[in-house]
C-alpha cells in the first residue's frame, strides 16, 4: 500500500489482501449499486458490529473513499448526486429571530434523526450554516435536530473517533493496541451548529449537557457498544470553544493539524484546539482493557 492509503477501514486493519478483496467484489458486480457492492463487501470482510449487523453505512463511506484514490472502480451512482457536486438541499427552516433568555425557550429537546426528512433538514442545516458544509459522517454516527417550542434551533453530530491525537492518546495512556481495540468507545462530536438568528445566551453549552448522556444511550442502543468519553476539535481562531468549557468537556491542548486519517505527515489542516468529556468515571480502566 502507497503513502497516505488507508490501513485502517470500518475498525479493521485493512491492507493488499482486503483491498483484492474489493476489487474483485467491484469487479463481478456488473449492474448493482453502490450499496450492494457495499453490503457484499461487509460479508467478505466481516466488517459488522458487536450485535452481527453490517457496517453498510461506514462501508459505502470507506469505498467512497478507495474510489477517489484511485484505488477501486466503482459504478456511477445511481442517485445522481455524483459524490461531490454541490447537493441542493431543501430549505425547511423558520427563519424568524429567536432572541431572549434559556427559560424563555420552553423545554429544548434533542430529536434522532431517523427518516429521510429529517436527514434531508439537518444535512442542509450543516451545509447552509456549518463552516465545513455537508460531508458524510465516517462510520457508526448519530445526527440530532436540536428544536424547542420555537421550531428548530441548530443541529448536531457524533461519528467516529478520530484514529490517533497525541494529546488524547497520552491523556487516557493507551497503547497502540489498547487504542485499536477500544477506538469505539470514544465518539467524536464532528458537527454542532446553533442557527444564525437563534441568540440565547448559554443556549449551546445547555445541548452539550444535554447530548452527552443522550449520545451514551442512543450509541449503546443502536450500536451495541457504550462509549466511555467524547472527543471534539474546535478550530481557533475561528471559535474559541466557550461553550464547551462551560459545559465542563476538558481541553488538552492543541492537535498538530493534520487530519483524522493522515499518515503524510504533510500537515495540510489548521490546528485545532482539542477537548474530550469523560462519560463514566472509570472511562481510563475501559480504555487501557485488554
Given at each position: 500500500?502507497?503513502?497516505?492509503?488507508?490501513?485502517r477501514?470500518?475498525?479493521?486493519?485493512?491492507?493488499?489482501?482486503?483491498?483484492?478483496?474489493v476489487?474483485?467484489?467491484?469487479?463481478?458486480?456488473?449492474?448493482?449499486?453502490?450499496?450492494?457492492?457495499?453490503?457484499?463487501?461487509?460479508?467478505?470482510?466481516?466488517?459488522?458490529?458487536?450485535?452481527?449487523?453490517?457496517?453498510?453505512?461506514?462501508?459505502r463511506v470507506a469505498?467512497?473513499?478507495?474510489?477517489?484514490?484511485?484505488?477501486?472502480?466503482?459504478?456511477?451512482?445511481?442517485?445522481?448526486?455524483?459524490?461531490?457536486?454541490?447537493?441542493?438541499?431543501?430549505?425547511?427552516?423558520?427563519?424568524?429571530?429567536?432572541?431572549?433568555?434559556l427559560?424563555?425557550?420552553?423545554?429544548?429537546?434533542?430529536?434522532?434523526?431517523?427518516?429521510?426528512?429529517?436527514s434531508?433538514?439537518?444535512?442542509g442545516?450543516?451545509?447552509?450554516y456549518?463552516?465545513?458544509?455537508?460531508?458524510a459522517?465516517s462510520g457508526?454516527?448519530?445526527?440530532?435536530?436540536?428544536?424547542?417550542?420555537?421550531?428548530?434551533?441548530?443541529?448536531?453530530?457524533?461519528?467516529?473517533?478520530?484514529?490517533?491525537?497525541r494529546g488524547?492518546?497520552?491523556?487516557?495512556?493507551?497503547?497502540?493496541?489498547?487504542?485499536?481495540?477500544?477506538?469505539?468507545?470514544v465518539?467524536?462530536?464532528?458537527r454542532?451548529?446553533?442557527?444564525?438568528?437563534?441568540?440565547?445566551?448559554?443556549?449551546?453549552?445547555?445541548?452539550?449537557?444535554?447530548a452527552?448522556?443522550?449520545?451514551?444511550?442512543?450509541?449503546?442502543?443502536?450500536?451495541?457498544?457504550?462509549?466511555?468519553?467524547?472527543?471534539?476539535?474546535?478550530?481557533?481562531?475561528?471559535?474559541?470553544?466557550?461553550?464547551y468549557?462551560?459545559?465542563?468537556?476538558?481541553?488538552?491542548?492543541e492537535?498538530?493539524?493534520?487530519?483524522?486519517?493522515?499518515r503524510?505527515?504533510?500537515?495540510?489542516?489548521a490546528?485545532?484546539?482539542?477537548?474530550?468529556?469523560?462519560?463514566?468515571?472509570?472511562?481510563?480502566?475501559?480504555?487501557?482493557?485488554g
Open positions: 500500500m502507497g503513502a497516505g492509503w488507508p490501513t477501514l470500518c475498525g479493521r486493519e485493512f491492507g493488499e489482501e482486503q483491498l483484492g478483496v476489487r474483485d467484489i467491484a469487479r463481478g458486480a456488473a449492474g448493482c449499486s453502490r450499496a450492494e457492492i457495499a453490503r457484499q463487501v461487509c460479508v467478505a470482510l466481516r466488517w459488522i458490529d458487536e450485535r452481527g449487523r453490517s457496517k453498510a453505512m461506514g462501508a469505498l467512497l473513499r478507495l474510489a477517489r484514490a484511485g484505488l477501486v472502480d466503482l459504478p456511477a451512482p445511481r442517485n445522481g448526486n455524483a459524490n461531490g457536486r454541490r447537493l441542493q438541499w431543501p430549505d425547511l427552516e423558520d427563519k424568524r429571530p429567536v432572541h431572549g433568555a427559560t424563555q425557550l420552553g423545554p429544548v429537546e434533542l430529536e434522532l434523526v431517523g427518516d429521510p426528512q429529517q434531508q433538514q439537518w444535512n442545516l450543516i451545509a447552509r456549518h463552516y465545513l458544509g455537508s460531508s459522517l457508526a454516527q448519530l445526527r440530532y435536530l436540536i428544536r424547542c417550542p420555537h421550531g428548530v434551533l441548530g443541529a448536531i453530530g457524533f461519528g467516529a473517533a478520530a484514529w490517533k491525537v488524547r492518546d497520552a491523556w487516557i495512556g493507551w497503547n497502540a493496541g489498547q487504542r485499536a481495540r477500544q477506538l469505539g468507545r465518539v467524536n462530536n464532528r454542532f451548529v446553533i442557527l444564525p438568528w437563534v441568540r440565547v445566551p448559554n443556549l449551546a453549552s445547555h445541548v452539550l449537557a444535554q452527552a448522556p443522550r449520545c451514551a444511550r442512543d450509541y449503546e442502543r443502536v450500536y451495541a457498544i457504550r462509549p466511555v468519553l467524547l472527543e471534539t476539535f474546535v478550530e481557533s481562531p475561528r471559535y474559541r470553544g466557550t461553550c468549557q462551560a459545559a465542563n468537556w476538558i481541553h488538552l491542548g492537535t498538530q493539524g493534520r487530519g483524522r486519517n493522515d503524510t505527515h504533510a500537515a495540510p489542516l490546528r485545532k484546539q482539542l477537548y474530550v468529556y469523560p462519560l463514566q468515571r472509570d472511562f481510563r480502566r475501559v480504555l487501557v482493557a
